[in-house]
């Protein structure tokens, strides 16, 4: 419909008009779009209630009412679902689509609001009230019409979406109503936006709720477009760039010069050529040069190639540092730092020896081996720093992947070399001291096994041609000192160990933790905390309690916490002390740490130490175990009753250890009459072991002798000794097997008052090893047999002997039985 048809039908909206308009009319849900008055519309009508309600108003009046949903995704709405507001509108023609919908014209006349719906069921249908504007202030009006007018055109103006014939047919409209609902039919605005312009009842209101809107709309376009103007401004400048670069590129293959190159480029070959690179990486290193220099800058290929070449550079191929060849200098260093550790500051001293013999040679690999807080991580760092070398640490612990030792190949993205060229690269030599920490926590999976990419790395055999994925030439690891670090030497992979000298780190002793406690720890938290040895010393005592009754570990991590946390309340009290005496620096009496300070700073004791019984009991034996944070006394407790022939455990043994015990009751049974029980001491009886501290997992062969002669005890009807110790693995042939950790055994016997100790024969050559201090006040007896265990560990043993004539003892002319050597270590 032409603009001169559309005046002539708004010019007939009098008063007559909204006479003959019916009070009730259908009413036509809208989805995304808002009809305004003196707006001539294509409406889709698809839904039943719509088509019903269009032809109604065709049938008759032809009037019907155009109301905004007020969610577009709803297909059946309620009459909440719409806005009350809406348009009262005429039909001007109607078509009928073939697929069943019906697309109709119409002409909105009127702004009007729903006062109530009908009841009618098959369409939607309401009593419409018109709103007639109002007369306003003509000033005040002419004043917003000019307003709306000026931000119309900056509107159009801007928005690109709006074409410039919009200005112009605004422009010849004269009335200010038809101003109004032109602009507000012409906004790219949301369905919410539009429809506060018809819940407004008065053309003062509705004009100030356009320019409200046009004002936020100009707002967010003129940031749109400043926005786009960056982005097109970038993107010319990317351009511009990449052209002037082919043109020089283009030029200088015109000209033959191929010298002439980027600054960065100039920048590369110069490193590449002082690297010093042996001749087949630079070789590598130059290829590369060659791809970069044909290669478009802007191509991710020119990434990943400079990439490539700046790691090929930063990575020491020849700068090395030169050792500390001083044998005394070294150790001093090395006893500074560590008190303690004998074996490898050992170890350390004599390649220093060798140095000084042959100036070069291939890398060491060292493994320390023990639990945590021994030292084994700050050892390392110690002697990098005795020997004058540059020190890195890689710490292995969860590491899955493969890739992660050897690197990524260039063909990822995001691909970089692995962690022994990463470590290369930032200790800046070649001859650095590596410390690959926790090896034995490494861990495989589908990803691959990363301990046997390290077999390469370990070998000195094989890493001087260690070939990383990622520079995928060979570099030469034969001059590092590698050194790695492990708590538990059974998790790291035999061939791995076989590449490393594996050196033990045993846990502390409680005299060695006092020494470290008193040259190392306490300065050192001395310092931390602001304070020194005239406001605060401590007793030996009291670092003792701490050491035996508020820590239980191999190192000395707690012991550390434990007297920081003295430290912290000593300065809590010094602070408060001054504070109430007015900030004077003087007067505070010197704290000494004692026993009694400990407990009031600490409070309770955490641990508590196992003492061997005094007592001597009928089926109670004390044995020796290891633990990872020492060792320590194992009381094995077995009673004989009435009841089915069974051997019941308990405890929380492991299958080891349950084993051990089957295999004592066995060699009891088949040697009975030697050990001097009936044959029949086991019918109708039940034997009942149990080893206390039920909470604790307990495994390993080493108890057998103990269970032994805990059986034996209680179907003998003898009592144990209470000051005899044993350890032992044990056969059915009735030998005592070699164990382990026979420090911290002997260690705990010491500690819990045992006077005598028996094991195993083939254990003898470790004592030799093992510190006097660790020995002294102990009778150390060496046993070959089960039977050899048996006059030492009861009372009565003449009675006993008589029963139990075994093939290693011997009787002498005068009928006593000849004991086995004893080695002795009683403090003079």
Known sequence: MSHKEKSKISEVIDGSIIDEMPKILPVLPLRDTVIFPYMIFPVLVGREQSIKAANYALENSKFIFLSAQRKANIDEPKKEDIFIEGTIAKIIQILKLPNGLMKILVDGLIQGRILEFTNNKDFFEAKVEAIIPKEENPVELNALIRQMTSLFKEYVKINKTIPSEALSAYENIEEPDRKLFYVAANITQNIEVKQTILQKYTLKDQLYEIIKILNSEIDILKVEKEIENKVQENIAKTQRKFIIQEQIRILQDELGDEDEATPEFVRLKNKVKKAKMPKY???????????????????????????????????????????????????QILDEDHYGLQKPKERIVEHIAVLNLVKQMRGQILCFVGPPGVGKTSLGKSIARAIGRSFVRISLGGVRDEAEIRGHRRTYIGSMPGKIVQSMKKAGTVNPVILLDEIDKMSMDFRGDPSSAMLEVLDPEQNHTFNDHYLDVDYDLSQVMFITTANVRYNIPLPLQDRMEIIELPGYLEHEKLQIARKHIIPKLLMIHGLTEELVSFEDSAILKVITDYTREAGVRNLERELANICRKTAREIVLFRSSNGNRKDGFEKQVITPETVFKFLGVEKFRRLKASHETRIGSVTGLAWTSIGGEILSVDATVMKGPERLTLTGQLGDVMKESAQAALSYIRSNAKQLGLDDNFKKNKEIHIHLPEGAIPKDGPSAGITMTMAMLSAFSNKPAKSDVAMTGEITLRGNVLPIGGLNEKLLAAQRSGIKTVLIPKENEKDLFEIQAEVKEGLDIIPIEKIMDAVPYVFESVKSLQKKTASPKVKKSKSGTTSKPKAVRNKSK
């Open 281 to 331: 990486a630079e070789d590598k290193a130059n290829e590369e040069l060659n791809k970069l220099k044909k290669t478009p800058p802007m191509s991710p290929e020119s990434t990943v190639i400079r990439n490539y070449l700046e790691w090929m550079v930063d990575v020491p191929w020849n700068k090395r540092t030169k050792d500390n060849l001083d044998i005394k200098y070294v150790r």
